[in-house]
């Protein structure tokens, strides 16, 4: 059986280099990476998932790697799973990878690096090889918001179709029948399945599919917000939409603010309902409706379903969860317009 000095051998490199290769990838170039996974293939040797394993009585020290912590929700998953870590006895390494592959590579090396028991994500790309080739190692992996159902892991986020589908539930009930959708399906499954939700609800109510407006968003952040709150304030009224649903609280905040600069009243004007249910959601200038998400649970949840994998070895069984979001209703969108 071939061993790593061998696969060092047939690759014209160091053994050092072929564990970076195993563990740290992104630390090697990509010629010196291709000739070691060559050799691998050639040799057909299989690292050993002993290797993964840890002394017994160590204290047990979990990853959590989060897309992008300018976003508060992803700092209230965060404080959820370090308030859950600290209450078990268990330590937390955080990293932030800024919506970066690259550097959530490093990031994920740098985990593997500190031999950490397992790594809770809110993945940057949740398609990146990097994660498979983690679980291959033996690593225990738990998908957290950002889900990939087709590989071998636990994951929890919440139900992005009904979050959506409420939203648009309750625009048109408050009879508007020009709906923004705010957000770029390209930038994730979640932009997706929110725009699929309220486009659902409309034609459930048996109206036509040119009832929703789709206004990409190259982001999630509030200068995305901004840009579509004044492309909105700078139409004829009688082109506007009435109401607009955003991906998220950040873009909502950022057409809040626009259209309030130049003039357009909310809810009067348009009416407007974000995503996730921040804390500030409830005290911006105009309190804002949004679908709320249990961000400090889903962090939580998340250490559980980790320290299980850890616990269970060969006995777990990978555990999908989907938490059932709530409509909250505040002065943004809480008024009734004549159909």
């Not at 690292?47 to 897309?67: D, I």
């Not at 636990?154 to 048109?172: N, Q």
Request: hydrophobic share 40%; glycine share 8%.
């Amino acid at each position: 059986m071939a061993n790593i000095r061998d696969v060092a051998r047939a690759a014209g490199v160091s053994a050092g280099t072929v564990s970076n290769v195993l563990n740290r990838p992104s630390y090697v170039n990509a010629e010196t990476r291709k000739k070691v996974l060559d050799a691998i293939a050639a040799l057909d040797f299989t690292p050993r998932k002993a290797s993964r394993q840890f002394r017994p009585g160590r204290e047990r020290t979990l990853g959590l790697a989060l897309a992008d912590m300018g976003n508060p929700f992803f700092v209230d998953v965060a404080l959820g799973a370090e308030a859950a870590a600290k209450e078990l006895g268990v330590g937390v390494l955080i990293v932030h990878n800024g919506e970066d592959v690259t550097r959530e590579e490093q990031n994920l090396d740098l985990l593997a690096q500190q031999r950490v028991h397992g790594i809770m994500i809110t993945p940057v790309d949740e398609r990146n090889p990097r994660l498979e080739q983690l679980i291959e190692r033996g690593v225990p992996l738990v998908y957290v918001d950002r889900i990939s159902g087709d590989r071998p892991c636990c994951w929890l986020a919440t139900d992005d179709l009904a979050g959506g589908r409420l939203a648009g539930e309750h625009l048109i009930e408050r009879g508007h029948r020009r709906i923004a959708f705010v957000g770029d399906s390209d930038i994730s499954r979640q932009v997706s399945d929110r725009s699929q939700g309220l486009r659902d609800a409309v034609r459930d109510a048996g109206l036509p599919d040119d009832t929703v407006e789709l206004i990409p968003a190259s982001s999630w952040k509030i200068r995305d917000g901004r840009q579509t709150g004044h492309d909105l304030a700078l139409r004829a009224a009688h082109d506007r939409p009435t109401a607009v649903f955003c991906a998220n609280d950040m873009l909502a905040l950022g057409v809040l603010q626009e259209l309030a600069l130049h003039g357009v009243r909310v809810p009067d004007d348009i009416a407007l309902v974000g995503f996730d249910d921040l804390d500030w959601a409830s005290r911006s200038t105009v309190p804002l409706s949004s679908v709320r998400q249990p961000r400090e649970l889903l962090g939580r949840t998340a250490v559980r379903m980790i320290l299980d994998e850890i616990e269970q070895g060969a006995d777990h069984v990978h555990e999908h969860v989907n938490f059932a979001p709530e409509l909250i209703i505040r002065e943004s969108s809480d008024i009734t317009r004549s159909t």
